[in-house]
């Protein structure tokens, strides 16, 4: 059974400062998602992931994947107070399967202060 | 852009009462899943349709009945409406076959069951 884990759940971060988030997964797979959700919103795609070392930026963002480990993190570099919001990491259930389950994390709830 | 709607933002029911939630997604899309999000719990699959009348059960179709009879609409059915389906409710569609199968996500419902 594909288990996800995220962490941490909670992170507070002062703007300006770099963090990382984990996100670990327990068996193959070959597709890693980042959703951001924003209070009383939808899921947004960030990334996806599908294969070992790929590395995606956007902004002050940063994914990377490490299939050998079934380790994904979340970079974040010199956080802004837009930043703020929930970030969930999810994968593919179906190893080279075409259904597209997905299994989420719980999320991390990032707090940017000034 | 993908658009993914449904029927209502908020919705608040009595115990007992059947409860139809409505998801329709613009982009033609083949597969369509149901998730329920819980504080603490992350996202859950509830059911999934890969097809037209197709369903499959995800982690915790307890109480849950789907329908899916144009490829457009999925709906989720409470059978009977029970206090503990008290939750945010966000329906997804993605295309399979694509590499990255991203699944795009509505804007959720958020259900109070008194």
């Known amino acids: 059974e594909l288990k996800v884990e995220q962490n941490p759940l909670f992170l507070s971060m002062q703007e300006g400062k770099n963090y990382t988030i984990y996100c670990n997964y327990s068996?193959?797979?070959?597709?890693l998602y980042w959703y951001r959700q924003d209070p009383g919103k939808s899921l947004e795609s960030l990334f996806v992931l599908l294969s070992n070392g790929a590395v995606k930026q956007e902004g002050r963002l940063m994914a990377s994947l490490d299939t050998k480990a079934r380790l994904s993190t979340l970079h974040i570099t010199a956080a802004v107070h837009d930043l703020s919001a929930t970030y969930f990491c999810?994968?593919?259930?179906?190893?080279?399967?075409?259904?597209?389950?997905?299994?989420f994390g719980k999320g991390t709830k990032l707090s940017v202060k000034p | 852009d993908v658009k993914v709607t449904q029927s209502s933002r908020y919705l608040v029911k009595r115990t007992g009462e059947k409860v139809f939630l409505e998801c329709v997604q613009d982009m033609d899309h083949e597969n369509m899943f149901w998730y329920r999000q819980d504080p603490g719990l992350g996202l859950r699959l509830i059911y999934f349709s890969y097809d037209v009348k197709m369903k499959e059960k995800g982690d915790i179709p307890e109480g849950y009945s789907v329908s899916r009879e144009k490829k457009e609409r999925f709906s989720l059915i409470l059978e009977s409406a029970s206090t503990n389906q008290t939750s945010m409710y966000l329906c997804?569609?993605?295309?399979?076959?694509?590499?990255?199968?991203?699944?795009?996500f509505g804007p959720g419902t958020r259900l109070l069951v008194l």
């Open positions: 068996t193959t797979s070959d597709r």
């Open positions: 997804a569609s993605s295309r399979p076959g694509t590499i990255q199968e991203t699944q795009y």
């Open positions: 999810a994968v593919a259930a179906n190893y080279g399967g075409s259904q597209g389950n997905l299994i």
